[in-house]
């Protein structure tokens, strides 16, 4: 079982605060309630007295007036942003950072749908003749992506300058040293991984053919984010330790210079963190994707993080190994010789 968070004194806070996460998520999940609101209204001389508000396999199965449709569009809007606030309290700066990121996401995913979907309404006097608006799926799916690529450059976490460099040369004292060591391995796949994605692609197969193609957009998405949580590139070297999927996409990232220590743990995906991929909980983060042996890197902020891979033992060293280097260069004097001679103060 994991072990704790150590507790002391953080000494570099790098973080989201909660004020800002509720103004950035909250101004784009409220500019996306918003406009959809305006565009209903403006839209209402040409829409039918009851508009379409579900489909199912045969069509529209259930209507809604225009303004009840309107109340419940902007209350799933706001309802699931607040309820990702109450997550993201409890977990890191980059944390927040990324549920901030999602929930701009599926604002814009799902206003795409509601209120494109009244588009296809236009001039209709029967709200069951409504087109599917599967199409709409699409437009959501590209505003969603455009929000979430906003809101993660609002949310980037403010960190601390150091006060010197962090370097794992010598260069800090002016000498060429060792070069610093690396470490690369990846993430092993979780148990039952294959079948777990096979049953997501026959699931969207399924949608596609009995339901309609473009809903099937939205399974696809998942299957995607499956495979990318469930499998990752583990990268240590002079700059810190990151996890990469899929080529570009970087689930954690930790400079050096804000790591403490390095060690391993043993991990239960269910039993530590309730799941697999990128997981959050109180004091620390973990990309974990099987059970038993992980990495551990405690923070100086005080959080912890632990990524699951093939050897922890040899990625451990490595990145301790990094650690000292950069303890030995930022402690050791710099030789007399290679010292600049002080300017004299006022006074002496």
């Known amino acids: 079982m994991i072990r704790p968070a150590p507790a002391g004194p953080s000494t570099r806070p790098s973080t989201v605060s909660m004020s800002r996460w509720i103004a950035v998520t909250g101004a784009l999940t409220a500019a996306v309630a918003g406009a959809g609101t305006v565009l209903g209204l403006w839209l209402r001389p040409d829409l039918p007295a009851q508009v379409a508000s579900h489909y199912g396999t045969d069509g529209v199965d259930a209507t809604q007036s225009l303004t009840a449709y309107l109340a419940t569009g902007a209350l799933i809007l706001l309802g699931t942003g607040a309820f990702l606030g109450v997550i993201a309290v409890a977990v890191p700066g980059d944390g927040r950072r990324i549920l901030g990121a999602a929930q701009c996401g599926v ?173 959050y909980r109180h004091g620390g983060r973990g990309f974990i994707t099987r059970a038993g042996p992980a990495l551990r890197v405690e923070s100086r902020d005080d959080t912890v993080t632990w990524v699951t891979v093939e050897d922890a033992e040899d990625a451990a060293r490595v990145l301790s190994e990094l650690l000292a280097r950069v303890s030995t260069d930022l402690t050791d004097p710099t030789p007399a010789e290679g010292r600049p001679e002080e300017s004299p103060r006022p006074g002496d």
């Open 107 to 279: 604002a814009g995913l799902v206003g795409g749908l509601l209120y494109g979907s009244l588009l296809g309404q236009r001039g209709l006097s029967d709200p069951y003749l409504a087109p599917a608006p599967g199409p709409w799926i699409l437009v959501g799916v590209l505003l969603g992506a455009v929000l979430a690529v906003a809101a993660g450059r609002l949310l980037r976490p403010a960190t601390a300058v150091a006060s010197r460099p962090a370097t794992v040369d010598g260069s800090a004292r002016g000498e060429a040293g060792p070069a610093a060591p690396e470490w690369q391995g990846t993430t092993p796949w979780a148990r039952g991984a294959g079948v777990v994605i096979a049953l997501a692609a026959m699931l969207a197969v399924v949608i596609a053919v009995l339901v309609d193609p473009w809903v099937a957009v939205i399974p696809c998405l998942v299957l995607v984010a499956m495979i990318g949580m469930l499998h990752g590139r583990v990268t240590i070297d002079a700059t810190g330790l990151r996890v990469t999927t899929l080529g570009r996409v970087t689930w954690v990232r930790l400079a050096l210079a804000d790591i403490r220590a390095a060690g391993t743990d043993s991990v239960s995906p269910l039993g530590d963190f309730g799941g697999f991929g990128l997981r």
